[in-house]
């Protein structure tokens, strides 16, 4: 069965609001006028993922030829435009040396995974599951 | 800031939080539940500390 205008409309705006809530982390929700959670999302998402950066954690690169250093750069761009100007600005170079090193990529890492976690739980207030 | 304990704190702060606030919607259930979740990742983190201090890696 095809699916109506309104029906494609609305998927269209629910992967419009899935992306808005992936770049900036709480947009979503904001979008949706959860203010509260979005303001939290908001603040508290990016500050773990600078955190992650001042300890010395690295932005890991992409390269499927190690698939965990691949699959840490996918987690790493679950936090967003945040990873993108992160980059631009030269940050997330890492030192191995450092004794927070492991702890910094242990941030940015899950900071990432867990905006990816805000995304779906958008998603599925946007779409009436929860 | 290069202590354990306050970076694993820290850690544990932050993933609590955002679990609580996914998880749940008042805020007196957020905060039982993010309370709950931190002070289980410090005891989790303590716990596992004390076993592993009579085999040195």
Redesign the interface.
Known sequence: MRATAAEQTQSGGLVLLCLASWAIPGAGHLWLGRRAKGLIFLVALPLMFAIGLAIHGRLFPFDVSEPLVGLAALADVGIGATYFIASALGYGGGDVRAVTYEYGNAYLIVAGLLNLLVVIDAYDVASGRK | ??SHLV?LS??AF??S??FA??AKDSPRDQLRFGGLMFGGFLLSAFALGWLMYPFPL
């Open positions: 800031m290069q970076l820290v850690f932050f993933v939080l955002v606030v996914i």
